[in-house]
T-cell receptor, first 112, second 110 residues
Framework: EAGVAQSPRYKIIEKRQSVAFWCNPI?????LYWYQQILGQGPKLLIQ????????DSQLPKDRFSAERLKGVDSTLKIQPAKLEDSAVYLC??????????FGSGTRLTVV | EDQVTQSPEALRLQEGESSSLNCSYT??????LFWYRQDPGKGPEFLFT???AGEEKEKERLKATLTKKESFLHITAPKPEDSATYLC???????????FGKGTSLLVTP
């Protein structure tokens, strides 16, 4: 079974620029999550999708972050404009039943 | 508000020296408690899910236990390849999101 694919692996941008991350979940997994992991911290949920629909985006900074999941498969997370404090690893995870998450390797974002 | 506190923040063990990692939690209705292992530059790797107090699960040198307020991850006779950050997370009955602790960074030296 192929894992959760994420790209790019690394991204360096200047503050106020925009950036997008892509995630392809495990085939057949209806639930997709985006987490933010700041250095030295545990991952924090940004948004949860069930198929195409958003289930929980209460911790997503909606003034600068947006996410979509078209056709209930791939997802993109966008930041516009980026701030220094957005430097983190952005993890995508998927699950079939709501538990037993599988995480991707993440995208490490550095904002300078 | 759900809270997860892990201790110690960092732990250094000699190979073969057994120890335990602690995860204290508060949650309004526990659906499950999760343990993950995270290696540098990688995403968290699933280890265990525990659902009710008294439950125990084992995998190789790792054993996870659960009470109503905390979980322990026991590491028996660790090897250098067990070096990683171990993350604990709770999942509330109200949803499927995971609320993570900050993790315990484990270093096992030969």
């Amino acid at each position: 079974e192929a894992g959760v694919a994420q790209s790019p692996r690394y991204k360096i941008i200047e503050k106020r620029q925009s950036v997008a991350f892509w995630c392809n979940p495990i085939s057949g997994h209806a639930t997709l999550y985006w987490y933010q992991q700041i250095l030295g911290q545990g991952p924090k949920l940004l948004i949860q999708f069930q198929n195409n629909g958003v289930v929980d985006d209460s911790q997503l900074p909606k003034d600068r972050f947006s996410a979509e999941r078209l056709k209930g498969v791939d997802s993109t997370l966008k930041i516009q404009p980026a701030k220094l404090e957005d430097s983190a690893v952005y993890l995508c995870a998927s699950s079939k039943t709501g538990d037993g998450y599988t995480f991707g390797s993440g995208t490490r974002l550095t904002v300078v | 508000e759900d809270q997860v506190t892990q201790s110690p923040e960092a732990l250094r063990l000699q190979e073969g020296e057994s120890s335990s990692l602690n995860c204290s939690y508060t949650v309004s209705g526990l659906r499950g408690l999760f343990w993950y292992r995270q290696d540098p530059g990688k995403g968290p790797e699933f280890l265990f899910t525990l659902y009710s107090a008294g439950e125990e699960k084992e995998k190789e040198r790792l054993k996870a236990t659960l009470t109503k307020k905390e979980s322990f991850l026991h590491i028996t006779a660790p090897k250098p390849e067990d070096s990683a950050t171990y993350l604990c997370a709770v999942q509330a009955e109200s949803g499927y999101a995971l609320n993570f602790g900050k993790g315990t960074s484990l270093l096992v030296t030969p």
